[in-house]
């Protein structure tokens, strides 16, 4: 192992885990919060995600010798965004995020409940995706509207520095929406003595309107536009792991973290592919140091959870969603194109995509379950019934 070690393997999973932490954390803390996490509880969420995550891809790269990159689900994050509180409020939530977890492992175990969600229609999942991603990624618009310099600053930080250097043009607008917050803060309103996170241990709540509104919808996303491009990543670079038991993993350490409130652990997707390709190392058997360095980078960004939740508690809630919402909109677009690309299930995917984007809710059901549900249906009818 220590033979295998590289200057190239260090430096991409620094990078990695550099951009997929500060990239995204803002928007772990908008869904957290909005599931009803005080600060406490989202700082203990995001240092309990950032440790397992961590964790995660270190155990399974060390296992498989391979690039396996964990991460946090994102765009499950959006998904807890723009849903209405569970009943118990954020206990009602750590319960559905311990369903969510029970699932995944079972998806992992028992391979019929893998095709069934491998056999919901990619066009109807990319749509659900899109119709929760576009509450968030409107949010640098508003922010211009509302906040003109520092929202014109944050959008120009991530345009320009996105036509350098891709990768690293959210960190860059993160990077300046964490200086207006120091600049604009009035004195005194950071607490310096909460800056150092402590684990908050959340008794869950369960209840039938948080399992099928909040934990489905989050098992759907987090398997549909993480755990599935993850193997899709790791297969285009050459390594072909068995899903099974990566899957199971990774529901493992999500059920470990969700009782701190962690929401969902799963397989990287964007930095994955930071770890698996060439710029990781030459030697395709090598690059697994690459994952392990993220994992690690991971570890002690958790430690700083409590600083970050300080800094976007006193923050306008507007320019961090502005920045949540420029993270996003990569994803937004892949979610788009996706659901519209299938001639013959694109009337279903955008009855998908308007249901979910709508927010409704019927009897405290979120707007993403009914929205795969009216779409599936508007899919069965155009197939039974062809139009003329």
Do not use: K
């Not at 038991?245 to 969902?264: K, M, N």
């Amino acid at each position: 192992m220590i033979r295998d070690f590289s200057p190239q393997a260090l430096t991409a999973g620094l990078l990695a885990s550099f951009v997929g932490f500060a990239s995204s954390f803002a928007v772990i803390l908008r869904g957290l919060t909005a599931m009803g996490a005080d600060p406490a509880q989202a700082a203990s969420g995001l240092m309990a995600l950032s440790i397992a995550m961590g964790l995660c891809g270190i155990v399974l790269s060390l296992w498989r010798r391979m690039p396996i990159s964990a991460a946090w689900s994102t765009p499950g994050a959006a998904l807890l965004a723009t849903t209405p509180m569970a009943p118990g409020g954020f206990a009602g939530a750590v319960g559905a995020f311990l369903v969510c977890a029970t699932l995944i492992v079972v998806c992992g175990l028992w391979r019929p409940l893998g095709r069934l969600v491998a056999a919901i229609p990619q066009a109807l999942a990319s749509a659900m995706l899109a119709g929760v991603l576009l509450g968030l990624c409107l949010a640098p618009v508003r922010a211009v509207a509302e906040a003109p310099l520092a929202g014109l600053t944050i959008v120009l930080a991530w345009a320009i520095v996105g036509r350098l250097r891709r990768v690293l043009a959210v960190p860059a607008a993160v990077l300046v929406t964490v200086g207006w917050v120091v600049w604009s803060a009035p004195a005194g309103s950071i607490p310096l003595d909460s800056l150092w996170p402590i684990p908050v241990l959340t008794v869950p709540v369960f209840s039938l309107q948080a399992i099928i509104g909040v934990a489905v919808p989050l098992f759907i996303v987090t398997m549909a536009s993480q755990n599935i491009p993850g193997m899709a990543v790791l297969a285009v670079n050459g390594y072909r792991p068995a899903p099974g038991p990566l899957f199971t993993a990774t529901g493992a350490f999500s059920l470990i973290a969700a009782p701190f409130g962690s929401h969902a652990v799963n397989l990287a997707a964007i930095t994955a592919a930071m770890c698996a390709g060439e710029d990781a190392h030459p030697d395709p058997a090598r690059r697994y140091w690459a994952a392990i360095v993220a994992g690690l980078g991971y570890v002690a960004f958790g430690l700083l959870a409590g600083a970050a939740t300080a800094f976007i508690g006193a923050a306008r809630p507007i320019l961090i969603e502005a920045a949540a919402g420029l993270a996003l909109l990569g994803a937004f677009g892949g979610a788009l194109m996706g659901a519209v690309n299938a001639a013959q299930d694109r009337e279903a995917a955008v009855v998908t995509f308007l249901v979910t984007a709508s927010g409704v809710t019927f009897g405290g059901v979120s707007g993403a379950f009914w929205g795969l549900i009216a779409g599936l249906a508007m899919r069965w009818l155009t197939r039974r019934l062809p139009s003329r």
